[in-house]
């Protein structure tokens, strides 16, 4: 009788490293800020690699997203490179999140320039201090949801010396100046789109959004489509018209049947992570 084949020697990936970090105290924000940080499977604390990282608001929706499964499997099938993730958990997200140099016309996000302060003051200098990552825009990526999508579009936006790469779940880019009255426009009461065609040059930065058909039901102009993808498109047009690639640095990943959800997210984690971090 024939001796039996071996099977082919497979490698398991140990899991990532969680570790939960509540001593940040933050001067502008007033409040402490705690922190998931999500380290790669061969981090070791004495060892001598750094590594890129991203940055991600909303950080207590972690469980929701499932992270820690989403990354065992990216790492498992060796699908991205090794990053660090901080999750930073909101504290007043409707007045912290938005975009620094304004706020909208209900006068949310009038927190968003100290939030801005924290990061850059901050949290970046503490990340640095205590965890082995690069210190190079070109490592450093930034993302969120829905409001925290806006946040983070607008820290890298107007940051391009710290980060590189951004990623926008179902962003809130519906944030505007005046309310839907007769005297409103798109064309000039939609702020980050004001943002993005009056700011400067262009920068080396990459951008990642996604939407889903079913991210709301409201239609403004009533077009056929919902204002959840038709802003972040129309701020993609801004975004080329300004000298952005489509093809090169900006990817657009729209989700049938997606709704303004962690479910949707953490379906589209994957593709936005091996676009950010992929091998």
Do not use: C
């Not at 998931?36 to 061969?42: F, G, H, N, V, Y």
């Not at 991600?56 to 990354?71: A, F, I, R, T, Y």
């Not at 938005?98 to 003051?121: E, H, I, N, P, W």
């Not at 070109?138 to 829905?146: E, P, Q, Y």
């Amino acid at each position: 009788m024939a001796e039996p084949v071996p099977a082919p020697h497979q490698t398991h990936t140990p899991p990532v490293i969680v570790r939960h970090d509540d001593s940040l105290v933050s001067v502008p924000l007033n409040r402490s800020v705690r922190l998931t940080i999500m380290l790669p499977p061969d981090y070791q604390e004495n060892g001598t690699q750094t590594y890129p990282i991203l940055y991600l608001n909303d950080g207590q929706d972690l469980k929701k997203l499932h992270m820690s499964e989403v990354l065992d499997s990216l790492y498992q099938q060796q699908a991205i490179r090794p990053f660090v993730l901080v999750a930073i958990h909101a504290g007043d997200r409707i007045q912290e999140y938005g975009t620094a140099a304004q706020a909208d016309y209900m006068q949310r996000g009038s927190k968003a320039a100290r939030y801005t302060d924290f990061v850059l003051t901050e949290l970046i200098p503490y990340v640095r201090k205590h965890y082995r990552i690069r210190t190079d825009a070109a490592s450093s990526a930034f993302a969120g949801f829905s409001l925290g999508g806006l946040s983070a579009f607008d820290i890298v936006y107007h940051h391009p010396d710290q980060f590189s790469r951004a990623g926008v779940f179902s962003g809130s880019f519906w944030w505007r100046s005046r309310a839907f009255d007769g005297a409103y426009s798109d064309d000039t009461d939609r702020i980050a789109h004001q943002l993005v065609r009056h700011g400067g040059g262009v920068q080396p930065l990459r951008f990642w959004f996604e939407t889903g058909t079913d991210d709301e039901t409201s239609d403004r102009n009533n077009n056929g489509i919902i204002d959840a993808i038709e802003d972040t498109t129309d701020l993609i047009d801004e975004l080329v018209k300004k000298g952005y690639h489509r093809d090169t640095d900006i990817r657009y990943v729209e989700v049938p049947g997606g709704q303004h959800n962690q479910e949707t997210w953490r379906a589209v984690m994957p593709d936005f992570l091996t676009w950010a971090f992929g091998r």
